[in-house]
């Protein structure tokens, strides 16, 4: 296992300070606040170890409320709404410096057998014939603000191998392209078989590149080449099918609108057999700096 995902799971196994509430820490970020894929993964953790095991996360809905400080602990309640017969549903907020930064409510669902059916996976290439983040990142050195920015890309994004379909945003930057994004992705590095481990992990990745495809639509790269300045508003995920996040996943992603300085993205991931494992629908501020 890559020691990056090694401290990125001591940062999911959360710290049990009360019954239902819990502490997090975070790692170093790219920019001068938490990454918001890693709040999210902390909160259903936190959500999930009040549910029985038996019952699998199915869905959360949440809100990006405040800026979080990668210095600081972060504090999560779980609020327990209710236990069915078939589905349970948590609330967790997050709290650093007695301030709310973070709201998040999970259902999970004890399994049943239903109706079949789902979208077909769209065409996509082997994932090992695509360079590594290592590999492709230092051929747009020229095109980020400044020399590091490559190196704590990949650094953040070491527990994860991620690879692009086609040429991310900062490598066209003025030219509009069609608001479409794939990669494949999966940890670098096995993990145990607990199904509340891999859809925490597949939540932590999702917020890294689903507004790629707003970016692409307008020829902007991103905060990394200093063109736009954004953040995570709200993220909400469906888990429809099982998939492990130590397997290659595929993330086809697409922007159906961008307005008022927001930008909506929305993605399905498929397990590399085919199967449709989740859907996610995000929308971030998407703003273009003022000269």
């Known amino acids: 296992m890559h020691q990056a995902l090694e401290s990125l799971l001591d940062l999911l196994d959360l710290e049990r300070i009360e019954e239902d509430i819990f502490r997090g820490r975070s790692r170093s970020a790219l920019i001068p606040r938490v990454f918001g894929g890693q709040v999210a993964a902390q909160a259903l953790v936190a959500a999930g170890r009040t549910v029985p095991a038996e019952r699998t996360a199915h869905s959360l809905h949440a809100y990006f409320l405040r800026a979080g400080d990668p210095g600081a602990p972060i504090v999560y309640t779980v609020d327990r709404i209710r236990d069915g017969a078939s589905f349970t549903t948590r609330r967790v907020v997050a709290i650093q410096h007695g301030q709310p930064i973070f709201h ?42 400044d020399e590091g920015v490559v190196d704590r890309l990949i650094e953040a994004r070491a527990a994860v191998d991620l690879r692009y379909v086609d040429a991310p945003p900062w490598a066209s930057v003025g030219t509009p392209r069609e608001p479409r994004s794939q990669v494949w992705f999966r940890t670098n590095g096995k993990l145990a078989d607990d199904p509340l481990l891999h859809v925490c992990l597949a939540t932590y990745v999702s917020d890294m590149t689903l507004l790629d495809s707003v970016l ?23 888990f429809h099918r099982p998939f492990r996040a130590d397997e290659w996943l595929l993330y086809d992603q697409e922007s159906p609108s961008a307005s008022g300085g927001r930008g909506l993205g929305q993605a399905r991931i498929y397990t590399q057999d085919g199967r449709l494992a989740i859907t996610v629908i995000q929308e971030g501020v998407v ?5």
């Open 104 to 145: 998040l409510s999970a259902s999970f669902q004890r399994y049943e057998e239903g109706m079949e059916h789902q979208a077909a996976m769209p065409p996509a290439p082997d994932p090992e014939s695509l360079p590594t983040a290592a590999e492709m990142l230092p051929r747009y050195a020229s095109a980020f603000r």
């Open 216 to 238: 692409l639509a307008h020829g902007r790269g991103g905060w990394a080449v200093g063109d736009v300045v954004g953040a995570s508003l709200d993220h909400a995920m469906w």
């Open 287 to 291: 703003r273009v700096p003022r000269p």
